[in-house]
């Protein structure tokens, strides 16, 4: 797992520990010492930590103007055990939230695992987006799976073209373009 480093090919356009408006702005990472893990395996250190002792992310790129962001997610998903769901929301998604983002990408192809606790802070998530939504795309299938047997596929957009993108080939307002396509098409 400490190979596993968060895409950088956008770094050029945006870096989170640089953006004032970020909750990781100013976060300084090692190359060389690898110190937070998921279990007993060692993640790259470029990943940050938001509260989660088995999850970690990357803000890969964030637009105040047209509202979105994009994260990258390493790890297991617990929320039966560690809450996580709750870290994510008040330590990273309502500080963004409170910068104008209601527009959300998930990447979610190196989440090995999710579990389910009650889907209260989904519900709340997807309320104060309001105008906007939570995409999550290429997560694995018995992640998809989990998350329909728990009923979170009411809060989070994913399935069927927004699991099969190839994100990596489009710069952010390209991915950002083709995930509100999707979208669009969902919601009418």
């Not at 994260?71 to 330590?91: C, H, Q, T, V």
């Not at 992640?143 to 399935?159: C, P, S, T």
């Not at 952010?172 to 919601?187: A, C, D, I």
């Amino acid at each position: 797992m400490q190979d596993i480093e968060p895409y950088y090919h956008w770094r050029e356009l945006y870096v989170a520990s640089e953006d004032e408006l970020s909750p990781f702005h100013g976060a300084l990472y090692s190359e060389f010492e690898f110190t937070n893990t998921v279990y007993n395996y060692y993640i790259h250190p470029q990943w940050d930590m938001f509260g989660s002792s088995t999850l970690y992310l990357k803000i890969l790129y964030a637009d105040y103007d047209r509202q979105f962001a994009v994260i990258e997610f390493i790890g297991e998903w617990n929320d039966a055990l560690y809450n996580d769901i709750m870290f994510l929301k008040r330590e990273v998604i309502e500080p963004m939230m409170d910068e104008g983002i209601i527009k959300f990408i998930l990447i979610g192809e190196s989440v090995m695992n999710f579990h389910a606790s009650d889907d209260c802070y989904y519900e709340e998530w997807f309320q104060d987006v309001e105008e906007g939504w939570i995409a999550a795309i290429n997560f694995r299938e018995h992640v998809l799976k989990e998350f329909e047997r728990n009923n979170i596929d009411f809060y989070l957009a994913f399935g069927g073209e927004l699991n099969e993108l190839n994100w990596r080939t489009f710069n952010p307002v390209e991915l950002l373009q083709r995930v509100e396509g999707v979208m669009t098409k969902r919601l009418n």
